[in-house]
């Protein structure tokens, strides 16, 4: 496996474009390409791969994007694409109609805050505004993290038990822009690790359907509640997606969480994407001075995995969710997870801090002062805004 120092759009372009040869055999592979700031790299390494049966297709926008990964996956083919802020927010009428039809395809999204005000730096307001979208949901904290989890991602969504589509997260420019040293996948590898591409209800020329005709209502809810059947196997399929991936690539990716010093914390906090390894630098500080912390890194998203959330909070007292995003009225996305899933622990006190919004720096020095609060906090209050000083 070549290692090689890049930046996270040029791997997870080399993970996209690898997944989709691989399926070279099958149906072979296609992606609608858009351009916006900051994933267009993205769509210039696929737009530069030479696929032996797959095309990237310019389109006129994010929304066309999104319609070609629909009408490729329903041809049988392995569809992914890439966009970002208000490119997501333009797609989301095909980005719902790709999960309703039970399609397994993988989109990257690079955080970057919604606008007006125009703003390109990492804000996570964009795809969790996608949060009731029939899609997986993960979100990665380094550039290894993203590429692992891109073909964790084409796994699960492939299943048979899923088949459903999967957004996997990176922050913009943190991630996106900076470079680091990656294990790339080989094709070889990859051809071992993802089996061909199955869409059992593709498009067949000897057997003529209509998809996204009208239904009734009681054909609508037996839809709904079989999406949310497929939602619920995505733990055991992912667990079995990681067992696989360290069989063939030789080193283990992390889970739905990554629970680190539960075990006998008081306190414990939460955090994702690349908040998580500045999480776990303080923590680390905190714990070599005896202070029982902990720390939980939350990758998967949709599903939210509360079985894994209540196990790693058993010892708890105090929890802190870092949300890099804000739900207007209401406060962080995260938290609000965190607070429904310990709504059954009234011994918790479970508190939110806004931080990084707009591509604020996250630093050390906030998330102690954000241990700090909380330790002296005896009962949870709104939202706290963790302001980037002027």
Known sequence: MPRALVTGNHAAGHALAVAGEANRCARGCAGGAYPITPQTEIIEFLRDYSFTRGRIVPVESEHSAMGVCIGASLAGA?????????????????????????????????????????????????????????????????????????????????????????????????????????????????????????????????????????????ETERHRRDIQQAMEQVPQVLAEAIDEFEKVFGRRPHGAISAEHTADAETVLVACNTMARTLRGVVGARRRKGERIGMIKSKLFRPFPRAAILAATAAAKRVGVLDRNHSPGSGGIFWQEIAATLHARPDVLVQDYLVGLGGGDVTPQIIDEIIDDLARRTAAADPVWKEVAA
């Open 78 to 218: 392995r569809a992914f694409t890439a966009s970002s802020s208000n490119g997501l927010a333009y797609m989301t009428e095909n980005v719902f109609a790709a999960g309703y039809y039970r399609l397994p395809i993988v989109m990257i999204a690079v955080n970057r805050t919604l606008g007006p005000p125009w703003n390109i730096w990492v804000d996570q307001g964009d795809s969790l505004a996608l949060r009731d979208a029939p899609w997986l949901q993960f979100y990665t904290e380094s550039h290894q993290d993203l590429v692992d989890t891109i073909l964790l991602a084409f796994r699960v969504a492939e299943d048979p038990r899923v088949l459903l589509p999967a957004l996997v997260a990176m922050d913009g420019f943190v991630t996106s822009h900076t470079q680091m040293v990656v294990d790339l996948p080989e094709l070889s590898q990859v051809d071992r690790y993802l089996p061909a591409c199955r869409v059992p209800h593709q498009l067949r020329r000897d057997h003529a359907v209509t998809f996204g005709g009208l239904t009734w209502p009681r």
